[in-house]
């Protein structure tokens, strides 16, 4: 148990770390441009596929429970509400970054992980360059960018996915549909799916690039620290998730 509890307290201590070192570097010159372009590809683009059908299918599911369960109260008229709170309050930031911390943190922690094992991320110090400003900082930055963009795009495709049900199943017309979506959701709603976005993000990256570069024991440390990394990176998005969400609650009341 007290080896569970120091090794815990050496990872919170070596994030705080890597996230102030990433803090001050992001600030430094060279910016690293080129880098930053790469990884916004790498964590944005490749990720469209898979936050996309996710979204899709969780606003035909929200849609096709709200018109079951409704049913009997006649509340069929409020899936366009329902599926767009849901989706932009909580669903469509959570679920995004569930899947980008599957892909692109396990992508990151592998990656950076065969470079600490294969000694190049200290063939880096030796050449005089900081790894946290070449390795860390260009992925931290690109995650923070992207994951907020994949889940405005989640919650547009999934919102879609809840119009496509209540058009097919209950007749109702696309026009009605965006109407009460657009009525549902306030500034206030919006803003705060994409401040917990940007926090998960930001989560997933120091979490995956510190795993990365502490990973010792050769392949098989690179895969345990792939694993620990989807695990760590999952139940902190869904713990800071409820804290988030209290403190807006708290902020907006």
């Known amino acids: 148990m007290a080896g569970v ?4 307290l050496d990872d919170l201590g070596g994030l705080g770390f890597l996230a102030w070192d990433s803090l ?3 600030l430094s010159r060279p910016l ?3 880098l930053l372009v790469e990884q916004l590809f790498q964590i944005g683009v490749m990720s469209l596929s898979i936050t996309s059908i996710v979204a899709l299918f969780t606003g035909l599911v929200i849609s096709v429970q ?8 006649g509340g069929q008229l409020f899936i ?3 599926v767009a709170l849901s ?3 909580e669903l469509g930031p959570v679920l995004t970054s569930l899947m980008v911390a599957g892909r692109v943190g396990a992508g990151i922690t592998a990656e950076l992980g065969s470079m600490a094992v294969t000694e190049q991320v200290d063939a880096i110090r030796a050449l005089g360059a900081n790894p946290i400003k ?3 900082v260009p992925r931290l930055l690109a995650t923070v960018i992207m994951v907020p963009l994949l889940v405005v795009l989640a919650n547009i495709i999934g919102i879609f996915g809840g119009m496509v049900t209540a058009a097919v199943e209950l007749g109702q017309s696309p026009d009605f549909y965006v109407r009460r ?3 549902a959701l306030s500034i206030a709603d919006v803003a705060s799916g994409l401040i917990k976005s940007a926090v998960f993000a930001a989560i997933i990256a120091l979490i995956a690039c510190h795993r990365g570069l502490t990973v010792k024991g050769g392949a098989a440390g690179v895969g345990s620290a792939t694993t620990r990394t989807v695990v760590a990176a999952s139940i902190s998005i869904l713990v800071s998730d409820f804290f988030i969400t209290k403190f807006l609650l708290w902020l907006l009341a």
């Not at 509890?5 to 815990?8: D, G, L, R």
């Open 5 to 8: 509890v120091k090794e815990t």
């Open 24 to 26: 001050r570097y992001s």
């Open 32 to 34: 690293g441009f080129g």
């Open 66 to 73: 709200t018109a079951y369960s409704l049913s009997s109260y």
């Open 80 to 82: 366009g509400d329902l």
């Open 87 to 89: 989706l932009v309050r």
């Open 134 to 136: 070449k390795l860390v």
């Open 181 to 183: 979506v657009i009525g």
